[in-house]
């Protein structure tokens, strides 16, 4: 048996139910052409309103150099929630607060560096504990002598 049974996890929240289940192997260790690699793990999502109404369901595959020792099913599907979670936070804001899709900055290093110094004003206004993100962008913007203070000048 490549994939053992699987395990599952339900939560409700913003009017929708969403089920995750996931299934890990090792059985694949050795045979794949991937370094470090350990397990590794199928994960369905499948969500529905509230009121049990199919809204979409997506399958995903992936592998980590976890061991199954240190990770099981129920940590690698928790590891995989919170990654989106953070990537969600993150690019959240730099898409709508920051309007970075819209940039018409496109060529050599501008790009990159201006990615930098936008997550570094993220970073800075959450170490503030800022609750809102554009209004902390708003005030900062505002003030010359506020946003040194966030640099420590």
């Given at each position: ?8 996890v ?5 009017g ?10 090792q059985s ?29 369901q997506?399958t ?13 099913a ?49 970073s800075?206004f ?28």
């Open positions: 048996m490549i994939f053992p049974p699987w395990y599952k339900t939560e409700k929240g913003h929708r139910i969403e089920t995750r289940r996931i299934q890990v192997s694949l260790k050795g045979y794949i052409l991937f370094p470090y690699a350990e397990q590794v793990f199928r994960i369905e999502r499948t969500v529905h309103t509230t009121q049990g109404a199919f809204i979409r997506e995903v595959y992936g592998i980590t150099s976890l061991a199954a020792a240190r990770a099981g129920a940590e690698i599907l928790d590891l995989n929630r919170r990654h989106w979670e953070i990537e969600n936070r993150l690019h959240w804001v730099r898409d709508v607060t920051f309007d970075e899709d819209r940039s018409n900055i496109r060529t050599k290093e501008g790009p990159r560096t201006m990615a930098t110094l936008r997550n570094l004003a993220i800075l959450r170490l503030r504990q800022y609750p809102n993100m554009a209004r902390a962008l708003r005030q900062n913007s505002w003030n010359a002598s506020r946003s040194l203070e966030l640099i420590g000048l």
